[in-house]
């Protein structure tokens, strides 16, 4: 009966955020607002993995900007190959600027449509689980897999300003005029790219729960809180946390693939150190431990930000720097933490002498 | 869980039973040898405890056989090398242990507690499912060390000696045939120590336990048999009465450490 119930809260909590992404927020907000709010899903694809990552598996993954940006620029490449190739050109503009007549060898595969969605799944898969191997195995983890995830990041900001890259330098990719054919000008497309970023969500977010709620979840939090006492259960912690490193690498990738052609263009900026940390942002005020927490933290904090800085450019950095601060030091479970918190408060008040109920939640893990 | 069995010196199921053989067994941590040449045989169905001052090498030895601290010289269990193989290789051999300070998983439930500790030769696609009702063996594993009513508290708020017992339960449901329990009832009050060594008795009929202790009434109350360890060396071994009226291992208790492995060393 219970889980019955449980299955159907699931389900009906799954039709409300479906009624309201798909439903009421293209009705109520502009074209504009919807494509604003097509970012901040993607945002939350991403914290959706560091959730998991993070929260459940205790790896502060500080450098999800490198799998963001793997996604972003391969889908940046194939939009600006299939745009030239509209206009009947060898290479895209921003080339021709610089001179070049050919395209280059590493951009040749990315014509092909099949080749670039493989490519934004399969290359995070592959890289993450070779490093995540690599750096597991040889047990590096807390503030040196932070540091190291973190460095990855600068690295690929780095690389991707290098000239001979022909990746447009730091101006990055930009100008995109279609995606698969659907011309990016139309309110309609855009539209569309908005529903695919919603759908992605969900999917992200089933995939997560299911993650979460398995066995893998529940050994996931072992290993979170005692790596070796797990290796002596018979376990090798370092493949457990490689899946959920994996899965949040891959949502990274896809949320970057559906966000270049969503805002338009992509930079280096957009993938080095510091929106690597911005993700990490909205998971630690959401509250990195539950399945909500992150995304809903992400799309808040996003949001935020687009508001306030559009009134206080300056000021909102500041505030954001100190709300961080605050959740941190004082709500390490963030804001999801605070209904537990209320919860506690008001039992105290109700019974005069409760049995030590512990927290429901994972307060306070281990970074 | 109960038998009528109970654990002997020497093992109660004799030739042909599972084993434990350590040979030769040598810590070298940056030429100070905190374990050396140290031999133990174990049978199926011995209760042994391993004894010593501080610093003897006790918790090394444990150490040494899960693999945690590299050693020489040779671990065989029932004719499998253990030496050499990662810590949750030797694991899966059935080598179970538990630590001085109970490290039991206090955010998940005394049953996920158990559930993961009997899974580690789970598929992917068992592990990517959820968990459904109670396996038998953790059922019975539940009863066996008193914990089937908190089966659903996380095992952070359990009292002490109740995660010493949760441990204990973990390494059963893991199908560990060699407990390796490192002092499992310090900090214990007296009945839960009384608990703890009963659960001892019924377990280690079928199992091979080795348990590091400081607590001598404890140890004259449930070993089966009994090795002193003294600066990293096996000083004597047989049952509690022997190793009590041995004078080297008066000496070592009694007189000075230091004095009492000069004498060792020279005999």
């Not at chain 1, 939009?79 to 590493?106: H, S």
């Not at chain 1, 209904?339 to 512990?358: H, I, Q």
């Not at chain 2, 060594?197 to 009994?226: C, K, P, Q, W």
């Amino acid at each position: 009966m219970r889980t019955f119930v449980g299955r159907w809260q699931t389900w009906a909590g799954f039709a409300v955020a479906a009624v309201l992404l798909f439903g009421v927020a293209p009705a109520v907000l502009s074209s504009f607002r919807l494509g604003l709010l097509g970012q901040y899903l993607c945002y939350a694809i991403v914290a959706a993995g560091i959730g998991l990552a993070w929260g459940r598996g205790g790896m502060l993954v500080l450098g999800q900007g490198v799998f963001f940006g793997l996604g972003a620029y391969m889908m940046g490449m194939h939009l600006k190959i299939a745009d030239a190739e509209v206009r009947k050109q060898a290479v895209p503009d921003f080339m021709q600027i610089a001179g070049t007549t050919k395209l280059p060898a590493f951009w040749e595969p990315f014509s092909s449509v099949a080749f670039t969605l493989l490519a934004i799944v399969a290359l995070p898969t592959v890289i993450a689980v070779l490093l995540g191997l690599g750096v597991f195995k040889r047990r590096v983890k807390g503030a040196y897999f932070a540091i190291l995830s973190q460095a990855l990041a600068a690295a690929l900001a780095i690389l991707l300003v290098n000239p001979s890259f022909h990746l447009g330098g730091s101006n990055g990719l930009n100008g995109f005029r279609t995606f698969f054919g659907f011309r990016l000008s139309d309110p309609v497309n855009r539209q569309m790219l908005y529903f695919i970023a919603a759908g992605m969500l969900l999917i992200a977010v089933a995939v997560v729960r299911q993650l979460m709620q398995s066995r893998y979840g529940e050994l996931l939090v072992a290993v979170r809180d005692g790596e070796e006492r797990v290796r002596f259960l018979g376990y090798d912690p370092a493949n457990v946390k490689v899946v959920a490193y994996t899965a949040a690498a891959l949502f990274a990738s896809v949320a970057g693939a559906l966000f270049a052609p969503i805002i338009g263009f992509i930079t280096p900026a957009q993938v080095g150190v510091v929106p690597s940390i911005m993700f990490l942002i909205g998971v630690a005020i959401g509250g990195r431990t539950t399945l909500l927490g992150p995304v809903l933290g992400a799309i808040a904090v996003a949001w935020a930000q687009t508001t306030f800085s559009e009134r206080f450019p300056s000021g909102w950095t500041y505030a954001q720097g100190l709300l961080f601060i605050v959740v941190v030091g004082f709500l390490p479970a963030g804001l999801a933490g605070l209904g537990t918190l209320l919860k506690r408060w008001r039992r105290r008040d109700t019974e005069p002498a409760p049995a030590p109920e512990p927290e429901p939640e994972k307060v306070g893990a281990s970074t | 869980m109960s038998t009528d069995v109970e654990p002997v010196a020497g093992g109660n199921v004799g030739m042909g039973s599972e084993y434990l053989e350590v040979r030769g067994l040598t810590v070298d941590f940056d030429g100070f040898k905190a374990v050396s040449e140290v031999d133990l045989t174990l049978f199926q169905g011995d209760l042994r405890f391993l004894i010593g001052p501080n610093g003897a090498g006790k918790t090394t030895v444990i150490d040494a056989i899960t693999g945690l601290v590299g050693a020489t010289g040779s671990v065989n269990k029932s004719g499998v090398e253990l030496l050499g193989k990662k810590v949750h290789r030797i694991a899966r051999f059935g080598v179970g242990r538990t630590f001085q300070t109970a490290s039991v998983f206090e955010q998940l439930t005394v049953l996920q507690n158990l559930d993961i500790a009997a899974g580690a030769g789970r598929s992917w696609w068992t592990l990517l499912r959820r968990r459904h009702g109670v396996l038998p063996a953790i059922e019975e594993a539940l009863e066996t060390i008193g914990l089937a009513g908190l089966a659903d508290k996380p095992a952070g708020v359990l009292a002490h000696g109740q995660k010493q017992w949760l441990e204990i339960g973990m390494l059963l449901v893991q199908n560990a045939d060699v407990l390796l329990l490192d002092e499992p009832v310090a900090g214990m009050s007296a009945e839960e120590r009384e608990e703890t060594g009963n659960l001892l008795r019924r377990i280690g009929a079928e199992r091979t336990v080795v348990v590091v202790e400081h607590d001598m009434d404890f140890m004259r109350a449930f070993a089966t048999s009994v090795t002193v360890l003294a600066r990293g060396r096996v000083i004597a071994e047989g049952t509690v009465a022997d190793v009590q009226a041995n004078p080297k291992v008066q000496e070592v208790y009694l007189g000075t450490a230091a004095a009492g492995t000069e004498d060792l060393e020279a005999s």
